[in-house]
Nanobody, 122 residues
Framework: QVQLVESGGGLVQAGGSLRLSCAASGRTFSNYAMGWFRQASGKEREFVAGISRTGASTLYAVSVKGRVTISRDNARNTVYLQMNSLKPEDTAVYFC???????????????WGQGTQVTVSS
């Protein structure tokens, strides 16, 4: 199975930017649709963005569309989430996810990373 490790989280002021990375290992990365989810304290995990195997197709949650870009580098086995114009309500643990599918997917991911904390101060 594929192993996923997120990085790039941290504390940022409202209006700032962060780029999250998710490094994959263990299987052929380009066979997997990839996604990002987030879970705020006391709330359910929610979909943020998804990208197809090749990177040609993407999906975004309405709440982040226009502020967030998902991308992937299959040569580096890495998926990225560029987040701009961050808001305090973006504060959450962000998780990387993978599934052996063409994608992009909003759900039904079978493999998950441990998450990275993003905190946006007002």
């Amino acid at each position: 199975q594929v192993q996923l490790v997120e990085s790039g989280g941290g504390l940022v002021q409202a209006g700032g930017s962060l780029r999250l990375s998710c490094a994959a290992s263990g299987r052929t990365f380009s066979n997997y649709a990839m996604g990002w989810f987030r879970q705020a304290s006391g709330k359910e995990r929610e979909f943020v963005a998804g990208i197809s195997r090749t990177g040609a197709s993407t999906l975004y949650a309405v709440s982040v569309k226009g502020r967030v870009t998902i991308s992937r580098d299959n040569a580096r086995n890495t998926v990225y989430l560029q987040m701009n114009s961050l808001k305090p309500e973006d504060t959450a643990v962000y998780f990387c996810a993978a599934d052996l599918a063409r994608g992009p997917l909003r759900s039904e991911y079978h493999y998950w990373g441990q998450g990275t904390q993003v905190t946006v101060s007002s």
